[in-house]
């Protein structure tokens, strides 16, 4: 079946250490993003990329970091920089009118 | 993408028609509009697309208003799994340097 694969879908991390979270698509898709949702909040942009050693940074890139070296895996890695890292991840692919969304990863610093 | 305005909640009862209207003033001639629904702890899903006039699939209508400013996305009869955040989306990914913004979307609750 056709779709984008998030991994872990739960993650603890302690504080000061790096993390990277898995999206994986097999949808054929150049664009890919991550998108961060907190508690009862919409999503808010952190990476996008059109194509393949290419991104660029969304609304709130500040504390993260992103590569695509493939056109079927987008990994973005939390750093230790950023602040405030609890909260539900999400990765979506898209084509030029629709986006498909992973089942997220939800990322809880202990 | 364009610029949208939905209301933040809404409450409903089970079999009743649901309207979710969303405000979209500075639509482009070539944007369409996208309705995306969330339930808890997922990821959002493509629910109903349309560039104007009315729109219907098995899941919901789509309503399009001629200079296409607002639109109405329609639910029939509604069941307690159609309690869910629902997002409207204006724009053309790829004419629009690559974002793909979404708002706050409207958090529905289905009561019995």
């Known amino acids: 079946d056709g779709g984008i694969t998030q991994s872990p879908k739960y993650l603890f991390r302690k504080e000061g250490q790096n993390v990277t979270l898995s999206c994986e698509q097999n949808?054929?898709?150049?664009?890919m993003y991550w998108y961060r949702q907190d508690p009862g909040q919409g999503l808010r942009l952190i990476y996008y990329?059109?194509?393949?050693?290419?991104?660029q940074k969304g609304d709130i890139a500040e504390g993260y970091s992103v590569s695509r070296e493939k056109k079927e895996s987008f990994p973005l890695t939390v750093t230790s920089a950023q602040k405030n890292p609890t909260a539900f991840y999400l990765c979506?692919?898209?084509?030029?009118?629709?986006?498909?969304f992973g089942q997220g990863t939800r990322l809880t610093v202990v | 993408l364009a610029k949208t305005t939905q209301p933040i909640s809404m409450d409903s009862y089970e079999g009743q028609e649901v309207n979710i209207t969303c405000s979209h003033n500075?639509?482009?001639?070539?944007?369409?509009i996208t309705w995306y629904q969330q339930f808890p702890s997922q990821g959002p899903r493509f629910i109903i697309q349309?560039?104007?006039t009315k729109v219907t699939n098995e899941v919901a209508s789509l309503f399009i208003p001629a200079d296409r400013k607002s639109s109405t996305l329609s639910l029939p009869r509604v069941s307690l799994s159609d309690t869910a955040v629902y997002y409207c989306?204006?724009?053309?990914?790829?004419?629009?340097?690559?974002?793909?913004?979404f708002g706050q979307g409207t958090e529905l609750s289905v009561k019995p």
């Open positions: 979506a692919s898209s084509r030029v009118r629709e986006a498909f």
């Open positions: 949808l054929n898709h150049d664009a």
């Open positions: 990329s059109q194509i393949v050693n290419d991104f």
């Open positions: 500075n639509i482009a001639t070539n944007d369409y």
């Open positions: 349309g560039y104007k």
């Open positions: 989306l204006v724009g053309e990914v790829y004419n629009q340097g690559g974002k793909l913004i």
